[in-house]
């Protein structure tokens, strides 16, 4: 079974008159890393959102074709289901982060979905230590630099501990040395078995992928 299955995949903007996703098919196994390349403009971001099921529940449009999370097509999951299964970041860590405090950050997600809070505080503990960033739990996420911040929007989305992580040119904002931080955390990541979904269009930002899917290739 592959932790992820795409099969003849379509979408188009509502008011656009073509399709920026046209008959998209592939699979992804579980814990391998896969990086989604392509030229500005052909749908990499879309494909995203198709996969995390922000294509139809919030973005609209016309979709066609299928998308499957280790076997269960995603039109029938709950939001609950898929937050679980599935985690996404995007490029720009401010647009994820809203809370005062780094705690009230991590917590925001799994006290919605009503996870004890002691296991809520021993996650937080866990991955903050992992990330290298305990001091700042109680810190203003918005006094933090571009990469500290970025770690956080990846730490928020750990806390629901998500099997596949998607991750939408994170790295397009983040200096040299935060690069490198996040590099490593991906890096441990793939190690614990997660499926990684790695979208860039820099070369040097996807050398940890198993193998390159060219998106709009014919």
Same mark, same amino acid.
């Given at each position: ?18 399709? *920026? ?11 391998? &890393?896969?990086? *989604? *390349? ?7 971001? &879309? ?40 985690? *996404? ?5 401010? &647009?994820?982060?809203?809370?005062? &405090?780094?705690? /009230? ?62 991750? /939408? ?5 983040? /200096? ?43």
């Amino acid at each position: 079974m592959y932790s992820i299955e795409v099969k003849n995949l379509s979408f188009k903007y509502k008011n656009m008159k073509e399709n *920026i996703l046209n008959h998209v098919n592939f699979q992804v196994k579980a814990g391998e &890393t896969v990086a *989604i *390349i392509g030229q500005s403009g052909c749908g990499k971001s &879309t494909l995203c959102n198709c996969l995390c099921g922000l294509i139809p529940k919030v973005y609209a449009g016309e979709l066609s074709g299928d998308v499957f999370i280790y076997g269960e097509n995603i039109k029938n999951l709950s939001h609950a289901e898929i937050v679980r299964r599935i985690g *996404i970041i995007f490029q720009n860590p401010a &647009t994820q982060l809203f809370s005062p &405090t780094i705690e /009230d950050e991590l917590a925001f997600g799994p006290e919605n979905l009503c996870i004890d809070r002691e296991e809520i505080d021993f996650r937080m503990k866990k991955i903050l230590k992992a990330i290298n960033m305990e001091e700042y739990r109680y810190d203003n996420p918005n006094n933090l630099s571009g990469g500290q911040q970025q770690l956080i929007a990846i730490a928020s989305v750990l806390m629901l501990k998500p099997s596949i992580l998607i991750c /939408d040119e994170i790295m397009s904002w983040i /200096d040299k040395e935060g690069k490198e931080i996040i590099k490593n955390l991906l890096l441990k990541l793939k190690d614990e078995g997660k499926t990684i979904i790695l979208v860039d269009h820099e070369v040097e930002n996807i050398q940890l992928a198993d193998r390159i899917i060219h998106l709009g290739e014919k």
